[in-house]
Every structure is written in C-alpha cells, then in structure tokens.
C-alpha cells in the first residue's frame, strides 16, 4: 500500500514536471500598433460614392415605431402559438 502510494505520487509529481508550460525568454509584443501607419498606406482610397448608410439618421419615426410594434407582436403570437399547440398537443388543453 505504501510503494503504491509513492509510485502515484512519483507519477504526479512527474506530469507536473514535464506538462509544466516552457516560459518564452522574452516576452511576446503585438505590433499592429507599431505597423498601424504602414497597414493604412496598403489600404484602397476611400470612394465617396461608396457610403454605408443603413443605420445612420435619418430616421422615419413613425416606421421605426411601426416596426419596432409588428416584431413585439410577431414575438408574442409565435410564443403564444407555440404554447397553445403544445398543450393542445399534450391533451392538457380540450
């Protein structure tokens, strides 16, 4: 019982010895900053007919709201829909 014990022991000790993580000498540096200049200047020029403007104003309020209104209710009636068939479903609901 005693030699198993410091067998697993040894063996524990051993793992942790060899799966023990090599530390670099130097530390690692990320540099994008330092390259930032350089990754610009291999960048396209901007278009000026090329503008995104999807989510920027503005804004149709009133459709915003009507939207926002139809997504709270279509959200509601798939959940209510989902209960509703499950319990039917299930012989809880008649």
């Known amino acids: 019982m005693m030699l198993a014990r410091t067998v697993l022991a040894r063996t524990a000790a051993t793992t942790r010895m060899v799966a023990r ?6 530390a690692k540096v990320h540099t994008a900053k330092s390259k930032w200049s350089e990754l610009q200047k291999t ?4 278009d000026p007919m090329d503008e995104h403007l999807v989510f ?4 149709n309020g009133p459709m915003v709201g009507i939207a926002i209104f139809a997504v709270y209710i279509v959200g509601y009636g798939v959940i209510a829909f989902g209960k ?7 012989g809880y609901w008649k």
């Open 56 to 59: 920027h104003p503005p804004y």
């Open 43 to 46: 960048r396209p020029p901007k």
């Open 21 to 26: 993580r090599q530390m670099a000498s130097d």
């Open 84 to 90: 509703s068939h499950q319990q039917y479903k299930q």
